[in-house]
């Protein structure tokens, strides 16, 4: 470390651990930077940010921030259970299973969200007769997430030392104590960072659920701009109520990356 990196509260060497009061301050200087940054624009722009609706509107913007946490809760859940399988049907002996997971995976990750979103809930949705919108909006964002965990998942498995795993089998373990003691150990630490980063996407994702009139936070914010044409007021709420929910998320993820250094 240089001596102006240590006596300078600014500076530091590249991958250098800043101190925390050194990080706190830094963080707290480009906060207040952006902050006036943003303020500056708002006064050029002419515009008056104005949160009296809130208390009008209490109630419906809590209906529809519990109703993204519910989505998105569930939407967790049922793309694990759709994404670990694809993960393993990925390398399936079974070509079939293979190739259909496969292709699964590639048109999900190929395609937007919101163009999933018209298709299911508008011609495979009508067909089935899946009326009930928060129930097609957790459908289709579990099998959208499900590809990108069934990816991270997939990821894990191909990182495993296989060396460990034909050692256990050599100390007389089966397939499930193998599977149990050696590959799920190794499977949490090196695949929960991405899966708790997925989450916070899932709950971002769920505001596109919006176009087919799930009433939640998004759709609910929109109604209430719509009534009150407090576009900037509304939607910047909106951002902060969603950060509320999002940045708790990514700081675990960061501590589950630090507390199982998964990249070594």
């Not at 708002?42 to 104005?50: F, V």
């Not at 995976?105 to 067909?127: D, E, H, K, N, S």
């Amino acid at each position: 470390m240089s001596r102006l990196s240590a006596h300078n509260p600014f500076l530091a060497e590249p991958g250098q651990q800043v101190a925390k009061p050194k990080a706190a301050l830094n963080y707290l200087l480009v906060v207040l930077v952006v902050i006036a940054a943003f303020a500056a624009s708002l006064s050029a722009a002419g515009i008056t940010l104005n949160f009296d609706f809130v208390e009008q509107y209490r109630l419906r913007i809590w209906d529809g921030f519990l109703l993204t946490v519910e989505i998105s809760l569930m939407s967790l859940v049922a793309s694990l259970v759709i994404g670990i399988p694809v993960a393993i049907g990925r390398d399936a002996r079974f070509l079939p299973v293979r190739y259909l997971c496969d292709f699964y995976v590639t048109i999900i990750r190929g395609t937007p969200l919101i163009a999933q979103i018209y298709l299911f809930y508008y011609i495979i949705g009508t067909a089935w007769g899946i009326q009930n919108r928060v129930v097609a909006g957790v459908i289709i964002l579990s099998a959208f997430a499900g590809a990108y965990i069934a990816e991270i998942v997939r990821g894990g498995l191909l990182s495993l030392d296989s060396g460990q795993i034909d050692a256990a089998r050599g100390l007389g373990m089966s397939r499930a104590q193998t599977a149990l003691h050696v590959v799920l150990p190794q499977m949490v630490s090196r695949t929960l960072p991405a899966l708790t980063g997925q989450f916070a996407s899932i709950i971002k994702d769920s505001s596109l659920l919006s176009v087919i009139a799930v009433i939640e936070l998004t759709q609910t914010m929109r109604e209430i701009t719509a009534t009150n044409y407090n576009f900037f007021g509304g939607f910047l709420l909106l951002g902060l109520l969603y950060l509320v929910l999002t940045l708790p998320i990514m700081f675990t993820s960061r501590y589950f990356e630090r507390r199982f250094d998964y990249k070594h």
